[in-house]
């Protein structure tokens, strides 16, 4: 089985990082991943990695969407990582 991970990150407003990081637990994708954890780190930042077997998706994946703009203090950071074993 081939395996994507998908990673979310963003960067809280000041001392906002507990509500983003509710948000970001709240939220549902369109499709259920293999696996799915949410980190917090220094600086009000906030980290969801979601696994998906590559097999069974074709093209797009379901991501989390950015928040609410008076939440962050930049654009979410995404990347695309394909597992090499």
Do not use: C, K, Y
């Amino acid at each position: 089985m081939s395996v994507v991970a998908l990673m979310w990150e963003a960067r809280a407003v000041q001392d906002r990082g507990p509500e983003l990081l509710e948000w970001a637990r709240a939220q549902e994708l369109a499709r259920e991943p293999l696996h799915r954890e949410t980190f917090r780190a220094a600086g009000d930042r906030v980290l969801v990695i979601t696994w998906w077997n590559a097999d069974e998706v074709a093209g797009d994946l379901p991501e989390l969407p950015e928040p609410a703009a008076d939440l962050i203090t930049r654009p979410v950071h995404r990347w695309r990582f394909e597992s090499l074993g």
